[in-house]
């Protein structure tokens, strides 16, 4: 299976701050990544795929990069409702496999 | 709007089979792929196994022979059972729509394996 190792686990960021979340797979996965943000208590929203296609609705704020079996997620000025819990996944091979999530929260 | 919506029993018995459907609206089934994936509380996310539009289906192999998914298409349903539940099968079970990437989540339906 595909190992996705997202880092950091958890930071803080202050109103209006850029944020970089990183993932990584343990083999080239040819840009076949998306990420998701998930509030408590709600499912999973997704906001980027295919590595740096923005999902329809999702703020521009929002950018995805990356290639090979490295990619991040940036989050270019932070805002309040940006807090939550970020996952990578995979979508190359089954079975589809997401990073352990980063939470962000506001400073 | 596209709609998926889990639903089932929220407490199962150690070593009973968990039945859970998965309704969905707004798209069809024989145009999109509904998979399943699982959440421990807090914690990441596990897929499960998928319906593909066609009907094939595949699993992941950490629940292999323990799963088992079908569906209904004149009820727009997927229904996903396993067996042999243990108390780590606790958490919250969702059905999503993938068009390539999962773009559509149900609500989920949480799960408590016990006693």
């Known amino acids: 299976d595909i190992q996705m190792t997202q880092s950091p686990a958890s930071l803080s960021a202050s109103l209006g701050e850029t944020v970089t979340i990183q993932c990584r797979a343990s083999?080239?996965?040819?840009?076949?990544l998306a990420w998701y943000q998930q509030k408590p208590g709600k499912s999973p929203q997704l906001l980027i795929y295919?590595?740096?296609s923005l999902q329809d609705g999702v703020p521009s704020r929002f950018s995805g990069s990356g290639s090979g079996t490295q990619y991040s997620l940036k989050i270019s000025s932070m805002q309040t409702e940006d807090e939550g819990v970020y996952f990578c996944?995979?979508?190359?091979?089954?079975?589809?496999?997401f990073g352990a999530g980063t939470k962000l929260e506001l400073k | 709007q596209v709609q998926l919506k889990e639903s089932g029993p929220g407490l199962v018995q150690p070593s009973q089979t968990l039945s859970l459907t998965c309704t969905v609206s707004?798209?069809?089934?024989?145009?999109?792929?509904v998979h399943w994936v699982r959440q421990h509380s807090g914690k990441s996310l596990e897929w499960m196994g998928r319906?593909?539009?066609?009907?094939?289906?595949s699993y992941n192999s950490a629940f292999t022979s323990r799963l088992s998914i079908s569906r209904d298409t004149s009820k727009s349903q997927v229904f996903l059972k396993m067996n042999s539940l243990q108390t780590e099968d606790t958490g919250t079970y969702y059905c999503?729509?993938?068009?390539?990437?999962?773009?559509?989540w149900g609500p989920g339906t949480m799960v408590t394996v016990s006693s």
């Open positions: 999503a729509r993938n068009n390539g990437y999962f773009d559509f």
């Open positions: 707004g798209f069809s089934l024989t145009s999109y792929s």
């Open positions: 319906m593909w539009s066609d009907g094939d289906t």
């Open positions: 083999e080239d996965i040819y840009s076949g």
């Open positions: 295919g590595a740096s």
């Open positions: 996944q995979q979508g190359l091979k089954y079975p589809y496999t």
